[in-house]
């Protein structure tokens, strides 16, 4: 399982423990059994939706798309931004729309999981549209786990040939003997 998708779970499941033990320990202090109902409804939640969660990923409906950062579209007054990605491998254009506070880089490569479907396979034609754009993938935005950020993207050097390999080594020892 990727870190991102593993901190998720962790936290659901740590914010539902959390909210049933500060329910019950407020509870001994005061006696209110108010807040321990609201507490152990919340921390019902938290821990439902993370078993969901876990078992959506275990049916293997958890997606990777993987590419460079090549446009971040802000909107002046919105909430939200879209996020146009290239994948390495294929070229394909692949844009989403994340909320502001995820922080994306331009020319960095990542690697973003969700755990819907992709809307173009034909198992997942129920999904509704949400409304963003996409040249090739549409991305459900509310299906967003979470990212890794892999570093500056770099091409592959191009690889020499054997012959200028051989000038750059007569070029390396005429240049060694001439500083001796």
């Known amino acids: 399982m990727p870190k991102p998708v593993f901190i998720r779970l962790l936290m659901l499941f740590g914010g539902g423990a959390g909210c049933l033990l500060v329910g019950i320990i407020v509870t001994l202090a005061t006696g209110d059994l108010v807040l321990l109902a609201m507490s152990v409804i919340l921390g019902a939640a938290f821990i439902t939706k993370g078993f969901l969660l876990k078992r959506k990923i275990n049916a293997g409906q958890m997606h990777s798309?993987?590419?460079?950062?090549?446009?971040?579209?802000?909107?002046?007054?919105?909430?939200?931004?879209?996020?146009?990605l290239v994948d390495t491998v294929t070229g394909g254009d692949i844009s989403f729309v994340l909320p502001k506070k995820v922080e994306f880089k331009v020319g960095h490569v990542y690697t973003c999981y969700f755990h819907n479907p992709i809307r173009n396979s034909p198992?997942?034609?129920d999904i509704p549209q949400i409304g963003f754009l996409s040249t090739e993938l549409d991305l459900p935005t509310n299906g967003f786990l979470g990212f890794e950020d892999s570093g500056i993207?770099?091409?592959?050097?191009?690889?020499?040939?054997?012959?200028?390999?051989?000038?750059?080594?007569t070029r390396n020892s005429e240049n060694e003997r001439t500083r001796n």
């Open 153 to 169: 993207y770099q091409e592959k050097p191009a690889l020499t040939t054997p012959s200028s390999a051989t000038n750059e080594d």
């Open 65 to 84: 798309v993987s590419g460079v950062c090549v446009n971040i579209s802000p909107k002046i007054f919105g909430r939200y931004r879209r996020i146009e």
């Open 123 to 125: 198992e997942s034609t």
